[in-house]
């Protein structure tokens, strides 16, 4: 008979090989819902920013949901109507931006120390 094998559990190491697997499937599954936690926790921050020396604001959701916009009355002027457009474009980016940082910020903080980087993933 083959060394490792039982007719009733068929081909074996006494089972150890199952308690990892069922431990590993537990790993993964506590590292999944501690990667679904911290993306929560940045969905629910908000990011602002300012341009023009604070004449145009926005502010956005970790979800990269603009939420508001503030333009002082000081900075809307008829005759520059583009330059009004283009700080609220410029104020809205940014705080986009700041919200895409502190997203990969926070899973690369996560990633980082799986040390994956030895299965060729590119992470």
Not at 9 to 15: H, M, T, V
Not at 64 to 80: G, N, R, S
Not at 103 to 121: E, H, I, Q, R, V
Request: aromatic share 4%; no cysteine.
């Amino acid at each position: 008979m083959a060394k490792g094998y039982s007719a009733r559990r068929g081909f074996s190491n006494g089972g150890g090989a199952s308690m990892k697997q069922a431990a590993m499937q537990q790993q993964l599954m506590k590292m999944q819902e501690d990667m679904a936690k911290k993306q929560q926790e940045v969905e629910e921050k908000s990011f602002t920013a300012s341009v023009g020396g604070g004449a145009v604001s926005a502010t956005v959701s970790g979800k990269k949901e603009l939420t508001a916009l503030t333009i002082k009355p000081d900075a809307v002027d008829p005759e520059d109507v583009e330059m009004l457009q283009d700080m609220v474009i410029s104020a809205v980016n940014e705080a986009l931006r700041q919200a895409e940082e502190a997203m990969n910020a926070s899973m690369n903080d996560f990633t980082g120390s799986l040390g994956l980087g030895g299965l060729g993933l590119g992470l």
